[in-house]
Structure formats: C-alpha cells, structure tokens
C-alpha cells in the first residue's frame, strides 16, 4: 500500500509535471506527501563569487529551490493537500536515495527530461541513478503528462 509519496523537483517542466502527478496520486491514496529539492554541492557557486561582484550566490541559489518547493506547495494546497518540503544539499541522487530510505516512501516521483540529442527514449543520469539503487518503487513521469486535481485538465494523458 503507498502512504508516503516523495517527489523530487527542480526548476524544470518536466518536473513540475511530475510535481502534479505526485499530488494527484498523493490526493487519491489518502498518501502523506513530501517534496525535496536538492541544492547541488560543489564548487561552482563558489567560483561563481570569486568572479561576480555580486554578493549572495549561495543565497540565491537557496532563494532558487525554495521558489520551486513554493510552487509544489500551491500545487497540493489547490488540490486539498498538505505537504511538507525540505532542501536537501549534496549530490542529486544520493540525496533523494537517502531521504526516500529514511522517511521512508513507498513510492518516489520524477520528472523525465524531453532532452535526448538523438531524439531516442532519455532517461538523465541522475534518474537513471535513482532507478538502479532505489528501495522503493520509482514513477517516472514523462514530458507533457498533467494531472487532473493539479492542473484542472483531463486525466492523465501525454
């Protein structure tokens, strides 16, 4: 039975696609919702301030993945749904690996980039990461896929 449904997001459509679809499932299972960002850390940001002279890059990039989680949370509550977000910091997929272990979910939900140079099927690296060492089942929510509570559009299609 799925009571707790993680989703993962960043500043993309393709996951804020499968923000949807995570508050759609969520909403329908009666699941406990929860939604994480991942601030990558590594050494860009502080690279990038060595060279701007604009103070805050770190700050921003916080201010970045909290403006994500803002919009998942107006998602569920336009749905009824309560959900609680974290930042998680380090590496994308072992930070969601590691938080879908110890919370635990029953089911964790991607988004899947439309990218592909050469037009076949694309699975990230990082999702394909997550995929190979999850504990949990792992949705996958393609491109162009909208829920119906979230959006207000027809059932699931794409």
Not at 88 to 97: D, K, N, Q, S, Y
Not at 113 to 140: K, M, T
Not at 149 to 156: D, F, K, Q, T, W
């Amino acid at each position: 039975m799925i009571e707790r449904v993680l989703v993962a997001v960043d500043d993309t459509r393709d996951s804020l696609a499968a923000a949807r679809v995570a508050v759609e499932l969520a909403a329908g299972l009666h699941a406990e919702l929860r939604a994480v960002h991942v601030a990558v850390d590594h050494g860009l940001p502080g690279a990038v301030q060595a060279v701007s002279d604009r103070p805050g890059v770190d700050a921003r990039l916080v201010q970045a993945g909290a403006a994500v989680l803002a919009r998942v949370t107006a998602l569920a509550a336009a749905s009824g749904m309560a959900v609680r977000v974290e930042v998680l910091t380090g590496e994308v997929a072992p930070a969601i690996l590691g938080y879908a272990r110890s919370w635990p979910a029953d089911l964790v939900v991607l988004g899947k980039s439309a990218r592909s140079a050469s037009g076949e099927p694309y699975i990230g690296q990082r999702s394909r990461h997550v995929l190979e060492f999850a504990e949990h089942p792992v949705l996958i929510v393609p491109p162009g896929v909208a829920g119906t509570h979230a959006s207000g559009g027809a059932a699931l299609s794409g």
